[in-house]
């Protein structure tokens, strides 16, 4: 062990001086294309993840399909968050990118653009029959390619807290228009209670009511993306919000704050536009109103339509750094086809898979504890993930999501118009792309 | 006896650091501060030199996309001479949030180590009692984990948990909204006072330990109040720990960023590049445009220098007219 | 948050101090500096204490219950906080304790070194060598995270204890405090003094100058400690596997779970509030030698 040490050591050394000769070789640094496919013998894999419990699924793999095709799967735990993505691109960057990682679905095209991510297409069987269409597509960007395997999907729905509507005499909202209506019968009825809140800490929730009103973000016409951040149906979504923050008809403070916590727990709040794992950040954010909430799809932009956005949910994908890219794309399949695995990870990791098939196995027959009111809870939710409206991704996201918070934070704290934030996001987000030398038409 | 001799023989120095120079310098001894120095100038240039040599040379590049860009062989990093600078110095989001944080450390710098100042020449008062636990008690902020701070100040800033408008509240007196406006650069302030009083303190509180007593004496006996004391013995003594502590405020200052990234999940009125430095890592880490990034952190890396740099040449300056005058 | 200090603490001293017997206690206590002293404890402290307070909280309560009451969950905390994943807490802890402790060591042994020489010699290039020590500083340590990286990469020593420890052992701040300490506490007849009687360099610095340095040292070693405790970004960059993680990037991990899956805010704070414990601890131990006379065995008069 220490002998091992030395020499590591000895080789910082001899590493510097090598670099210092080559001067800013250091930057040259890519990543190589030479694979070493399909050896016989072990293999062994690292999987970076943040869904907890995810070591107990990969468990059975290593003791099963694993065991039988010797392939051993390490989990490596990380943080999840807009930083990972980085840390991933820095590792790809050395060559030293895990052979899975977990991703957010708007993360692909990012990875993907950073050539980071392996095309898996040949490797993963029949696994799109397992998933709807809306899904699928995310993790091809609308090529032949298949770049991850759906995890998890986060359909959005409307939670509200049922014994307060009833005591105020409100409604469930089928509509956007009646939810406007039922956040001023709310302000008149109690001035100090606040339907909700617009919040700019989660560009993902925004981006989700976006897909909902049937906005695409980005598109490509062949060699070009088009970028509609402020098309007509996202401009109807920020105006709405907006509109409701401006004559104070709803809150303008971010989520997740310990204040946030304290008004879901106190009835101060009492509605949240969220999606299908809402029930567990509600065990602890307001762990005082368990059993008084109740889950609806969400309020839709005319009476007829019957369509929901998505927010939050991820996938498996496998990276070009991985020396074992077909035992890989094999395990990050079963992971997320398998019903023995599914099961493990919706009871181990808490998370509600895409796999259609999945979302009303054992696992939710039952609906989560806090909402041990609502028996048909994932019923429901699996019809609503059904109306999931198509989401389009491009390659930056992140700059997008950026920009939103500043500008629709600074929009929401002077209650000024959303629009002009929204513009700001198309403006920063087309400049981006066309800096980097994408070719963009608007 | 040896202690004694050595005792006297100190604290009479002028300039701040420098010792007046061995007059029978041996051949070996003109050696021997290289092989000391070996170690920090190794590290320096593997952990310090090359990476910031990286990071320059990153500056000078961006990344170049073909077409969609996706799949092999469509990102290729090329050169952009000045462009990532141009960009940053025409940047007003750069140039508001330098002017943010001069006004933030306007507030901080004064304050942080005039009550560092103060804590420590209290500490090293005659007869005061509860030293070590004050001491400890001061210290203390600068060992809180930063991954607990948002959830911290969260709980004391916003007025809905907050016990501090619990009290106001009860006591029917108004309640200013902390996270807005000019409140904003006191609530950020008091967290940075907060965490890095202590820290200075120390600094301070540990040069004054190496004050020889006798020094005092003589003062005492010719009926110096303590107060005097501290005016005219102690702060010029300590003048060198103060000049270091000012020059890491600058710099810290300068960089600021763990105080305006706690409380922006709290508020809207924190933005993502509040501070030079946020954007930095905003660029760096959330748009992953590390080529900006790099040249933005070259700029306050220089301005940095400008100030913190100048700052101790004038200091030092300063001390070398004293000396000889 | 300091007027409520500001009320509270000078009428609980004064209560004690100032009613009865003034003029012996005044003799016997500093006034002044003990109030200034005690203001400046509680100011600093009231933050801390809600750490210690929020640890005490079930989850149920961290939300709805007064910021400041204490709550019921102290020991269901610490006992989660050990569940959590089989104890990987303890191991972050332990992780933690290594990297502050010997990167703290190294990072003092090479400051003193570094100080001694700058502040005894005088020497070609003494001015330059010591600006551009502390220009390291300059360049912001957020823009150095990936370039280390992609360095320490190269030597393949990614993901290894190195990778976090190794670029915290020079540290620019420690280099500048040692030479101060050195200066004000070597005296340059005493360094005259052991050449004349034939003493090596090196000598010199281990038995006559080192002691000498040792309460400025202690200083180092306490600063740099927690710096390396506290540091996020670097262990973040450098590390994928989490029995290799210090306790912020453990913490963290508890807190960024994805959205499926809340923050655990309990056991974050409870973990934080046990992971200033050792920090305590070493406070205690380090202030005993910041007295030179403890060390010298004279008796400050």
Redesign the interface.
Known sequence: MPNAKRRRLSRVTATVVAVTLGGTALAACGSSDEDSEAQSGPVSLTYWTWTPGMDKVVDLWNKGPGKKDQITVTVKKQASGDTLVTKILTAHKAGKAPDLVQAEYQALPTLVSNDALADIAKNVGDAKSKFADGVWQQTTLGTDAVYAVPQDIGPMMFYYREDLFKKYGLTVPATWEQFAQTARALKKKAPDLDLTTFSANDSGLFAGLAQQAGAKWWTTSGDKWQVGINDAATKKVAEFWGGLVKEGAIDNQPMYTPAWNKALNTGKQIAWVSAVWAPGTLTTAAPDTEGKWAMAPLPQWSQSDNVTGSWGGSSTAVTTDSKHKEAAAKFAAWLNTDGDALNALAKEGGIYPASSSAQLSGAFTAPPAFFSNQPDFYNEAADIAKTTAPSAWGPNVNVAYTTFKDAFGAAAKNKSDFTVALDEMQADTVADMKKQGFEVSE | MKTAARRKSYGVKGAPYALPSPTTTLKRARSAPYFFLVPATILFALFFALPIGYAVWLSFHKVKVSGLGLGAGARKEVWAGLENYTAAITDSELLDSALRVLGYGCIVVPVMLGLALLFALMLDAEKVRLAPFARLAIFLPYAIPGVVAALLWGFLYLPDVSPFYFVLDKLGLPQPDLLDGGPLYLALSNIAIWGGTGFNMIVIYTSLQAIPAEVYEAAKLDGATPLQIALKIKIPMVAPSLVLTFFFSIIATLQVFSEPTTLKPLTNSVSTTWSPLMKVYRDAFGTGDIYAAAAQAVIIAFVTLLLSFGFLRATNRRNKQEAAG | ?SS?AVQKVPSAAGATGAAQNRPPLRS???L???I???L??????L??A??VI?STKS??EL??T???LPGTGFADNISDLNAY?DGVYWKWMSNSAFYAGLGALLST???A??G????????RG?ET?F??????????P???A???????????????Y?SVL??Q??SP?G???S???A??????????AG??DGA???RI?TRIALP?MV??LV?VF??QF?AV??N?LLP??ML???EKFP???G???L???????????TL??TG?FL??IP??AL??VI?RF???DLL???V??
């Open positions: 948050m409520l016997r206590i500093a002044v500096p003990t200034t002293l005690l400046g404890a509680v100011y600093c402290l933050p801390v809600w750490v929020a989850g149920r939300f709805s007064f910021t400041f994943r042994c090479v400051s070194f570094s001694y020489a700058l502040a005894t010699y005088r020497f003494r060598i600006n551009v020590l502390l220009a390291g500083v300059l360049m912001p957020i823009i150095l990936v370039p280390q990286y992609l360095l320490l990469a190269k030597a393949d020593l990614t993901d290894s190195w190794l670029p052992v020079l701040y280099v500048y405090l030479r101060i300490y200066a004000a506490a070597v005296p340059g007849d005493v360094v005259e050449r004349m090596s360099e090196w610095f000498m309460p400025g200083t306490l600063f927690v405790w506290n996020f973040y960059i994928s596997d989490d306790i912020t990037l913490l963290h991990t807190l960024e779970q994805g959205a499926n899956t809340p923050a655990l805010y974050v704070i934080a992971a200033v920090l305590v406070f205690l202030q910041w007295s030179l010298s065995g004279a400050k008069s």
